[in-house]
C-alpha cells in the first residue's frame, strides 16, 4: 500500500514549537553530521544550519534534536573566517543544499571527515583513506522534483528544509543544463494537465538520447491530454515521457520516441523510468573505475545491488564472470536485455537481499562480492560474508553510518580494510558515497 504523503504547499509550515521560541545567542564550535552548525546552550547541544565554526549568531530555539536543541539562525552577529557569500539566490529556501556557506577547503575537510568520524565510531579510524573524489556541482544527470498544483499555479521545484513546502525553482547549479532548462517548461504542462490540490513528484534523468521523464501526480488524462503531453514531448525532443498515477503500479508511457539509454561501459542500457542511475555521469565512471579495480582479477563476481548493471556491464567486459542480484524484477530486466542485446553473458537473480542474503554456501562461488546497498546499508549480507566470504569485498556505500557498521562486521569476521574512498556527488550538501576494498585475511 502507497501512503498518502502529507499535503505540500506553497505557503508556510503548521507544525509549531512545543514550547514558546526563545532567542538564543550562541557561539559556533563545529559542524554536525548533518551539515548544520553545533554549538552550547549550558549543558545542551544546539544545532543551527547555515553556521561555520567561529560565527556567534543569534538563532530562536525551535524544539528538540536528539538530546539537543533545533534552532534556526535570525542574524549572524560576528562571521566564522569559513564564512562565504553562498552563488544560489535561492539558497536557504530551498531545502536541496545546505552548506553553500562554507569555504571551499573547510567544506572539502568537513566533508571527508562525516566518514573518518563513522569509522572511528566503529573502531577503524586507523583504515587507509584516499584523499576524496569530488565531481563538480553542475553535473547531476537525475533529480526529483516535488510538485505542488495550487488553484492557480503549479510549484515544481525541491522541498523546503525539513518540510513538503515545495520551493520554486527556475534553475538550479547542481544540476546538468538541461535539466535545469526543463523546469520551467515542465512546470507549465503540469499547470496545463494536473488538477488543483495535487501533490507529487517528477523525476527527470539526462540519458544519452535526451530527456526521460516520470510523472507521479494523479490525474485523469483524457484523449486531449494525452495529446498535448506527446506534443510536449516532440517540442523538448524528449526522450521518453511516462505517467504513473499515486497508488497504481501501471506506469504508461506517453511518449517513447527514442531510447532512454545509458551506457556502462560502452554498452547501452534503456532503465524502467524513474529508476535508480548513479546521479552523476562522472561518479558512476569513478565507482565503476574503483569497483573493477578492487576486485583485482577475480574471475567469479557477485554484484548484489546491481540495479541495472553500471558495475556489472563493466565487470563482464574485464572478463569475469559476473552474478548480478538486485531486489527489483524491472531494472534486472533491463540489464539482461542489454547483454543479450551485446552478446555478453551474465546470470541475474531477483532477489531481496536484506532477508534474503547470499548465504555462506552460495558464497563459495565467487572469488570477490561487490555490494552497493540502500541507506539502510547490507548488514544482513555482511554478517554471511563474514560468516564464509571470498578473499575480496568492495563495498560501495551512500551513507558513511551503515558503510562503518557494515564494515566492523566484517573486519570482525577476518577481513582487512585495504583502502576507502569517499567521493562527493552531492556538492553542497551532506551525502557522501565511499567505495571500500576488502581482503580476508
Ligand atoms: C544504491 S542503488 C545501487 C544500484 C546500482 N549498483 C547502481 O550503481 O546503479 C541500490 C539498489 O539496491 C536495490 N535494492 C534495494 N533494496 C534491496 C533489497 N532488499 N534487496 C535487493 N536489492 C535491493 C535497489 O532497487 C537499487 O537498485
Redesign the pocket.
Known amino acids: 500500500m502507497i501512503k498518502k504523503k502529507p499535503a505540500r504547499s506553497a505557503g508556510r509550515s503548521k507544525s509549531r514549537p512545543a514550547s514558546p521560541p526563545r532567542l538564543v545567542d550562541v557561539q559556533i564550535t563545529e559542524i554536525g553530521a548533518r551539515g548544520d552548525g553545533v554549538g552550547r546552550l549550558g549543558t545542551d547541544q544546539v544545532f543551527v544550519p547555515f553556521t561555520v565554526p567561529g560565527d556567534r549568531v543569534s538563532a530562536r530555539v525551535e524544539g528538540k534534536r536528539g538530546d539537543g536543541l533545533a534552532a534556526a539562525l535570525v542574524e549572524v552577529a560576528e562571521p566564522g573566517p569559513g564564512r562565504v557569500a553562498p552563488p544560489c539566490p535561492q539558497y536557504g529556501r530551498c531545502g536541496g543544499c545546505s552548506l553553500q556557506h562554507l569555504d571551499d577547503g573547510l567544506y572539502g575537510a568537513w566533508k571527508r571527515d562525516l566518514l573518518i568520524t563513522q569509522l572511528s565510531r566503529h573502531g577503524l579510524g586507523d583504515v587507509p583513506m584516499g584523499e576524496m573524489i569530488r565531481v563538480p556541482a553542475g553535473s547531476r544527470r537525475r533529480a526529483v522534483f516535488a510538485v505542488h498544483r495550487s488553484k492557480t499555479v503549479t510549484h515544481l521545484g525541491f522541498n523546503a528544509r525539513a518540510s513538503h513546502t515545495v520551493v520554486d525553482l527556475d534553475d538550479c547549479l547542481l544540476l546538468e543544463r538541461p535539466i535545469a532548462a526543463f523546469l520551467a517548461p515542465l512546470r507549465a504542462i503540469l499547470t496545463a494537465t494536473v488538477p488543483a490540490g495535487e501533490d507529487g513528484d517528477v523525476t527527470v534523468a539526462l540519458t544519452d538520447n535526451g530527456l526521460d521523464v516520470l510523472v507521479e501526480l494523479d490525474a485523469r488524462l483524457d484523449l486531449f491530454d494525452r495529446e498535448k503531453l506527446a506534443a510536449f514531448a516532440d517540442a523538448h525532443d524528449l526522450a521518453r515521457l511516462s505517467w504513473r498515477r499515486p497508488g497504481s503500479g501501471f506506469v504508461e508511457p506517453i511518449a517513447r520516441r527514442k531510447p532512454a539509454v545509458v551506457h556502462f561501459a560502452e554498452i547501452g542500457v534503456e532503465p524502467p523510468p524513474g529508476?535508480?542511475?548513479?546521479p552523476t555521469k562522472g561518479g558512476?565512471h569513478i565507482?565503476?573505475r574503483l569497483v573493477t579495480q578492487g576486485v583485482d582479477q577475480a574471475k567469479t563476481v557477485a554484484?548484489?545491488?546491481?540495479?541495472?548493471?553500471?558495475?556489472?556491464l563493466p565487470l563482464v567486459r574485464t572478463g569475469a564472470s559476473v552474478h548480478a542480484?538486485?531486489?527489483?524484477e524491472a531494472?534486472i530486466r533491463a540489464l539482461e536485455a542489454a547483454a543479450n542485446q551485446s552478446g555478453l553473458k551474465l546470470t541475474t537473480e531477483v532477489?531481496?537481499?536484506?532477508?534474503?542474503p547470499l548465504l555462506v554456501h552460495e558464497l563459495k562461488k565467487y572469488q570477490a562480492v561487490?555490494f552497493?546497498?540502500?541507506?539502510?546499508g547490507a548488514q544482513a549480507q555482511a554478517e554471511q560474508l563474514a560468516e564464509g566470504g571470498p578473499a575480496t569485498v568492495v563495498a560501495?556505500s551512500?551513507n558513511p553510518a551503515t558503510l562503518a557498521r557494515d564494515l566492523a562486521i566484517l573486519v570482525k569476521g577476518g577481513y582487512r580494510v585495504q583502502s576507502v574512498t569517499p567521493i562527493d556527488q552531492f556538492p553542497f550538501t551532506a551525502h557522501l558515497e565511499a567505495v571500500a576494498v576488502l581482503k580476508r585475511g
Open positions: 529508476n535508480f542511475l548513479q558512476e565507482i565503476a554484484d548484489l545491488y546491481c540495479g541495472c548493471g553500471s558495475f556489472s542480484v538486485e531486489g527489483d531494472p532477489r531481496d537481499l536484506a532477508r534474503r561487490v552497493d546497498p540502500p541507506r539502510a560501495v551512500c
